[in-house]
T-cell receptor, first 113, second 114 residues
């Protein structure tokens, strides 16, 4: 089955700096890569996703890049704000929404004001 | 829509007791997933259903765990007998299975087994 590895497990940045979280996956058939944000005590929520037919996607301060050859994808958050503090999970799936999402182990991001 | 609704939000029980967690998916979603979240193992898929039929239960830890989906608007996850190592947050999520792919999670049920 798919194996998703995520690094780092914790990340602290100063407010205004950028944060980068990296994930690798093992199954070359995976073609859907979402990122979920989980604030303390809350449910995970989708913040951005990317499919294998594109290499990069951006939504305001967040962006995701995908390298299918190397089987890795990354989340980039620019101009970080305290409300960005949360646990971020990457995931991979063969079929978006209709199959098992394999999650990474999460990155706890702390933005220091 | 109110989103995915789970109950109870918190459950504290003693080892050996039966625990039943409940989930109401978003109306119209034909996929339902049960996840378990722990510090050590992160988010693990336990089982998922498509049109009320279990598709993959390979993540169910052992026979003490069972899940049902008697209709499109209700699912249960049962643990019998419960053990302290079952303590975790259990999330239910649903999706439409369409191209958008988003999983909508419930608020979770925090289970503590003493």
């Amino acid at each position: 089955g798919e194996n998703v590895e995520q690094h780092p497990s914790t990340l602290s940045v100063q407010e205004g700096d950028s944060a980068v979280i990296k994930c690798t996956y093992s199954d070359s058939a995976s073609n859907y890569f979402p990122w979920y944000k989980q604030e303390l005590g809350k449910r995970p929520q989708l913040i951005i996703d990317i499919r294998s037919n594109v290499g990069e996607k951006k939504d305001q301060r967040i962006a995701v890049t995908l390298n299918k050859t190397a089987k890795h994808f990354s989340l980039h958050i620019t101009e970080t704000q305290p409300e960005d503090s949360a646990v971020y999970f990457c995931a991979a799936s063969i079929k978006a929404g209709a199959n098992n999402l394999f999650f990474g182990t999460g990155t706890r991001l702390t933005v220091i004001p | 829509d109110a989103g995915v609704i789970q109950s109870p939000r918190h459950e504290v029980t003693e080892m050996g007791q039966e625990v039943t967690l409940r989930c109401k998916p978003i109306s119209g979603h034909d996929y339902l997933f049960w996840y378990r979240q722990t510090m050590m193992r992160g988010l693990e898929l336990l089982i998922y259903f498509n049109n009320n039929v279990p598709i993959d239960d390979s993540g169910m830890p052992e026979d003490r765990f069972s899940a049902k989906m008697p209709n499109a608007s209700f699912s249960t996850l049962k643990i019998q007998p419960s053990e302290p190592r079952d303590s975790a947050v259990y999330f239910c999520a649903s999706s439409s299975g369409h191209y958008t792919g988003e999983l909508f999670f419930g608020e979770g049920s925090r289970l503590t087994v003493l």
